[in-house]
């Protein structure tokens, strides 16, 4: 979800921290999904989001192909893909995909 919208924003404060700018921005902005944390679940949260967003993470559009087998830079090394289609797919579509990484080609 975080990286199929441009309109998030996560904050992770310390506990005490003054979070009035944050509220009235949040109260302003009706098609931006704000959430936050505060404290030692801000400080969990953080570690895992920084290894979400940095590392692990990406909707990678593969596009359609006429041929059986289609080849995909990747935007890192690391990545892995899973099997699962993020766009929208219709019961009588009979396609099917599986997704295998060697470096970084999928």
Do not use: Y
């Not at 893909?81 to 995909?97: E, G, S």
């Amino acid at each position: 979800f975080l990286h199929q919208s441009s309109l998030v924003v996560l904050g992770f404060f310390p506990t005490g921290f003054d979070k009035s700018a944050v509220v009235k921005s949040a109260r302003h902005f009706d098609n931006v999904l704000f959430a936050e944390s505060e404290g030692e679940l801000s400080e969990r949260l953080l570690t895992h989001f920084e290894k979400f967003a940095r590392l692990d993470c990406d909707i990678v559009d593969v596009g359609t192909s006429q041929d059986p087998k289609k080849d995909l830079s990747l935007p890192r090394t690391g990545m892995s893909c899973a099997n699962t289609p993020h766009n929208p797919q219709k019961a009588d579509w009979p396609d099917t995909f599986s997704a295998v990484v060697a470096q970084n080609t999928l």
